[in-house]
Structures are given as C-alpha cells and as structure tokens.
C-alpha cells in the first residue's frame, strides 16, 4: 500500500511537471485542480465575499496563485498557515527583439534568467512556450486577451562547438559567453528562403504604415521575430500572426520527466526546484481540505502560497517581496471584521513552511557538504539553517515543523552549509521580515540543481506531500501548546 502511494503521488507530479513547462503554465495546472477540488476563484480587482468553511484561490500575473481553505471555527485575529513556495526556474527568455540571422543561420535571441548552468542547454532539443496577448474582434468591437502557448515539437538547439575548434575545453573548462555562445539555431536562412510557405517577407512591403510615417503593430511584431516563430504560435493559438500582440516566451527542454533509475527510485526532470514544493504543497491543501469534516475543528486559514521571481529576487508586483502575502491575510481577515488591529495580532498568530528544494549529498563531490549536514536522498524534507539569516528558520519554528513528522513518523534532515562557502537564499527570509511572519525554511533533497535536467528521489515526493498535509491538519492544535514570548 506505502509503495502504491510513493508511486502515485509521484505519477501526479510527474503528470504536473509535463504540464508546466512555464511558470503560467504552472498556474494554469494548478487552477485546473484546484477546480477540480471545488475551489473557488475570486479576484484581487473585486470585493471579496468570504465564508468560514469555504475554500478559494486567486492569481496575480497569471504566475503566482494564491489558495487558502477557511476554517469553520476561523474569527478575524486568527492564524494563517501557509505553505509559501515557487513557481519560476531558471531558463532562457526570449529578448524583446529575438529575431537574429548571422552567418547563414536563423538564431533567436535570449536573455538568461536566473542562474542556470547554462552549459547543460547545449545540445538540448529545444522549443518555446509561454503567454501570448493577441487581439480578438468580435460584432466591430476590439478585445485584447492572454493565451498560454507550447510548441511541443523540438524547434531549435544550441550547438556546442567541436572539440577540434576548442582543442583545450576539457582542461579549461567549457566557458560559456551568454550574450554570444547561447543563442538557439532555428533554421538556416537558405532553406528558410526557399520553404514559401514560411519565406520572411519585407514586413514594410507587406504591411502598412501609418499616416504619420510610424510603422503598424502588425509591422512592429514582425519586425522583431522570425515569421517562423510567429507562424508556429499563430498555429498553436488558432489566430492570425497579425493579431499577435505581444507575448513573453522562454526557452524550453522537449524531454519529458520521467521516473527512472535502475530501481526506479529516481525522478528525471527539468523544472523541480521548485515545481516539486508547489505541487506537494497544493496537492497536501487540496486532501486536508477534500471534505467537510477537515475544517470542521479548524480556527485558522490553510494556505498556499507560490511566488514568481524567487530566482531572480523577488523583487516585482507578483513576486514574494511584493505585498500579495500580506493582501491576502489583510484581505481575508478584514472580510470578517474590519477592526485593523486584528492583522498584527494574526500575523503573530500565523507560520509559514518556505518550502524550496534542498541540496543532497553529491557522490563525486562530498566536499561541498559540512560533515555533519548531508543530506540524503529518501531522508525526507531538510530543515535548513544559516546563523546570517540567508534561511528563516530558528529553534521554535524547526521544532514545531520536526514535531509534526515526529507524530507521523515522517523522516526529517537537516543541512546547514560550510562556512568557507556561500549561501544560497529563499522566499523564507524575504516573508519573514517584510510580513512578520514565524517561518521555517525546508526543501526535499535533489542533485544537479538548476540544470536543464535535475533528479531527486520518489519517495521523498512523498515525504514532502505527507508532511505538508499533516501540517495543515496538525498545526493549531501543536501551536497551542507552546510559549514564547509571554
């Protein structure tokens, strides 16, 4: 029976990482869920009218989505519970103008986002989604809506150059110049020319300008991408390339995860840090809130909370450093009282799990690891440690997220890094201080961490699940029980 949950848990995330090759994506399968479940959509730009016992989500940018299940017992003043993670990667972007031609060749302009090891994007087959604004017309009236496009097929590639050509690459290194060495080949100009069904036109010939001289949007757009991209995405939407607006595009490996290994132990997979906490983390929420009787004896609010732009800082309107946490526990309480001195007190009253994945022990590089903290992978969630404050965690908080799978017999692990080495940093420090929130930072272990291809372990997708989900069923009754600061 445990070895059939392992392994049908982990199917669901494999099934949602296949689903989600992009951040909107990623938001997009977990509406579809969510739904699924019963939840209820409600928007950030209306009145929200929330009941006890009801359960909803909302989404900022269409990349971060907010969900939180509303006990039966719950009164304004009293605690969140959350389950904060993140939805982005790192990947290439597609610049503004990505349309490139050099040398006989049709490449495609990136931006690197992130830190990536962007030497395993080369000899990757490759293609591109994202979101689309494209505009609709309908009875002389202009609408202008946003699409999620994926071109499934391998379109381009980043070759790597010859060992002959780089005869010292193997002692050197393989040193990579992004802004030149990382651009994907689409096509080459010649067969480009003579394919008419996808020849490139001279968009000033082919369209219109405007009577002040200034070049149509339909001109702009071509103008910037190759008519191949912009025909696969017309294609893909059912529109026309004129109607194409606008659209924000990221490169994309075709390869689909797996769960693999000689025993199958392993999940092979793009995306993981941190698709793997977001869909162990929703799909916990979703079973401990799946019937009635689950916030019948609840007083609090279950949450789920997963961020855009953890990778590259938090830093904007849909990002954890934004104000969408503290929107959302302000919005929520004051839906049931309007008294403003009840957020402070519920805020106090609240926790959040920072869930991000964690670094296992490396068998070729033990080194990297203090003797004390390594992390294995099927150990469970690593409860993570910095004395700097890279991570949020203290005595009271790791203790309260350890108590928990103490009682469920949930393995638990614990890495702090060495001190002659950098620390990495999540969404955990940026919450806690910005909101005032009591938080713990935790990850499953995985290997090759911000590769196009990462791998972590099967049964620690379902340590992360069990633990989550006896967190949100748990939690009010274990927080009554200890004292701090009185």
């Given amino acids: 029976m445990q070895k059939m949950q392992e392994n049908t848990v982990a199917s669901e995330l494999i099934n949602f990482l296949n689903a989600s090759p992009t951040a909107f994506h990623a938001v997009e399968e977990a509406k579809k869920r969510l739904r699924n479940a019963g939840y209820e959509q409600v928007s950030e730009r209306q009145d929200w009218n929330l009941e006890a016992g009801k359960r909803y989500f909302f989404t900022r940018n269409h990349s971060t989505i907010v969900v939180f299940a509303i006990g039966n017992k719950f009164e304004a003043g009293n605690g969140f519970y959350i389950v904060g993670a993140h939805t982005d990667s790192p990947c290439l972007k597609l610049k503004p103008v990505s349309k490139v031609t050099k040398g006989g060749y049709l490449k495609v302009g990136v931006q690197t986002y992130g830190s990536g090891l962007w030497h395993t994007w080369f000899d990757r087959d490759l293609t591109v989604a994202g979101r689309v604004i ?8 202009v609408s202008y809506s946003h699409r999620l496009v994926r071109i499934e097929e391998p379109i381009m590639r980043v070759p790597t150059i010859a060992i002959h050509l780089d005869r010292n690459v193997n002692s050197d290194g393989f040193k990579v ?8 080949v689409l096509a080459t100009s010649i067969k480009t020319e003579l394919n008419k069904a996808f020849a490139e036109s001279d968009p000033l010939k082919s369209e219109e300008t405007l009577a002040d001289g200034k070049k149509s949007d339909k001109v702009m757009i071509k103008s ?14 059912g529109c026309k390339v004129d109607d194409i607006c606008d659209f924000e595009l990221q490169v994309c490996d075709t390869q689909p995860s797996v769960i693999a ?3 199958k132990e392993f999940i092979f997979s793009g995306r993981l840090d941190n698709l793997c906490s977001s869909f162990c983390s929703l799909k916990a929420l979703i079973d401990a809130t799946s019937s009635e009787s689950d916030l ?3 007083s609090g609010v279950r949450m789920v909370a997963l961020f855009d732009h953890e990778e590259v800082g938090s830093n904007s309107a849909q990002g954890a450093g934004s104000p969408v946490m503290l929107d959302a526990l302000s919005r929520i309480t004051s839906s049931f009282d309007s008294d403003s001195k009840l957020l402070p007190k519920a805020i106090q009253l609240s926790y959040l799990v920072s869930a991000d994945m964690a670094h296992a022990l490396h068998p070729n590089y033990m080194d990297k690891h203090e003797e004390n903290h390594q992390p294995k992978l099927h150990g469970g969630l690593v409860i993570k440690h910095n004395a700097n404050q890279r991570y949020a ?5 790791s203790f309260l997220f350890r108590e928990i799978a103490s009682k469920h017999n949930i393995p ?3 890495f702090v890094v060495r001190n002659d080495m950098a620390c990495g940093s999540t969404i955990g420090p940026i919450l806690a201080s910005g909101v005032g929130i009591r938080t713990v930072d935790v990850g499953a272990p995985q290997l090759s961490m911000h590769s196009i291809r990462e791998m972590c372990a099967v049964d620690d997708v379902k340590h992360s699940y069990e633990h989550f989900k006896a967190f949100f069923q748990d939690f009010s009754n274990l927080d009554a029980k200890i004292t701090v600061d009185i």
């Fill in 393 to 397: 965690t203290n005595a009271v908080t």
């Fill in 224 to 237: 910037k991408h190759h008519s191949l991209v912009l025909e696969m995405i017309a294609n893909q939407i």
């Fill in 412 to 414: 638990t692990q614990d």
């Fill in 177 to 184: 110049n992004t802004e030149t060495q990382l651009l994907p």
């Fill in 261 to 263: 290994g000689a025993a």
């Fill in 296 to 298: 019948k004896d609840e």
């Fill in 134 to 141: 494209i505009k609709e017309e309908k009875d002389g009236s």
